[in-house]
């Protein structure tokens, strides 16, 4: 498969360091602006030349689609990464997308949205979408110390109740997302839904906790992924084998990156 018709030239219009080494990059692209939907994510291709060799996958954090610019998280955790750090405001990246699946919305039913970490990144846009549809959203979101928290007051802006948790107990409470999770299930509607992103072992915390008081739910788990292409199949996710016919393994850039959380197999 191709994604040539997704390739877009995009321009930078700032970039901004929110958090030690947590940086929020701001492109310009009416297209993409235009085509982007909640959970999805992009490839950018670092510098022109071939070093590094792939593109980075970075998940859409939000959209002004009037203003037709998109916002990405990231942090510096390696070269590519801290190239992008370094990008100017006018200077072009090479975009491919948008990629992947969406999360699918539940006009009727509130919304638990549990980030770890820079698993935050693609809640802000589909928060918007949610405030957009009148759905009560809740934010649970985990991170190491309160340097690290980002973006909390855009969800308090469109109304999202924000519960916080640090793993050095700065702010919130002391533990991760899916202690939240676990404190608040007690109160939660049966109906309520629960989506989750961020490194596998929070998403695997956070299914635990579904384990043992279940609701519907779903992960995005595209930090598992390398190439985002389909290419290097180092984003293979185990799933549950409910039929014969469920395959026994998918992809995450390609088939994902947003999972019902009963089909995959974490554990694995
Ligand atoms: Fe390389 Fe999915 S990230 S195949």
């Known amino acids: 498969m191709t994604h040539t018709h997704l390739l877009q030239k995009v321009g930078v219009e700032g970039l901004v360091e929110v958090a030690p080494e947590i940086f929020r990059l701001r492109v310009r692209n009416e297209v ?83 980030a770890g970490g820079l698993g935050l990144a693609p809640f802000l846009f589909f928060a918007r979408q949610l405030a957009a549809a009148q759905v009560q959203t809740t934010l649970l979101y985990g991170v190491r110390s309160t340097t690290q928290l980002v973006s909390t007051e855009a969800f308090q802006r469109l109304g999202v109740h924000v519960e916080l948790a640090t793993d050095d107990g700065s702010e919130g409470l002391r533990g991760t997302a899916a202690d939240l999770l676990r404190r608040a ?12 992103c961020g490194p596998l072992p929070a998403v695997r915390a956070v299914a635990r906790v579904l384990a043992e008081t279940p609701r519907r739910a779903y992960a995005s788990l595209e930090t598992r992924m390398a190439c985002g292409l389909g290419a ?19 992809l995450v850039c390609k088939d994902g990156p947003i999972f019902d959380l009963e089909e995959v197999d974490l554990e694995a």
């Open 32 to 114: 993409l602006a235009g085509r982007a939907q909640p959970g999805q994510f992009v490839n950018i291709r670092v510098t022109d030349g071939f070093d590094p060799l792939w593109r980075r996958p970075l998940s859409v954090h939000d959209v002004d689609r009037q203003a037709g610019t998109v916002d990405f998280l990231f942090a510096v955790v390696g070269r590519g990464t801290r190239l992008l750090s370094q990008v100017r405001p006018g200077n072009q990246l090479d975009v491919l997308g948008p990629l992947g699946n969406t999360f699918p919305l539940f006009p009727q039913r509130p919304a638990v949205l549990v």
């Open 232 to 250: 290097c199949v180092g984003c293979v996710v185990r799933m549950r084998r409910r039929t014969p016919d469920t395959p026994a393994y998918k």
């Open 185 to 196: 299930l007690p109160g939660l509607p049966e109906d309520a839904v629960v989506y989750t």
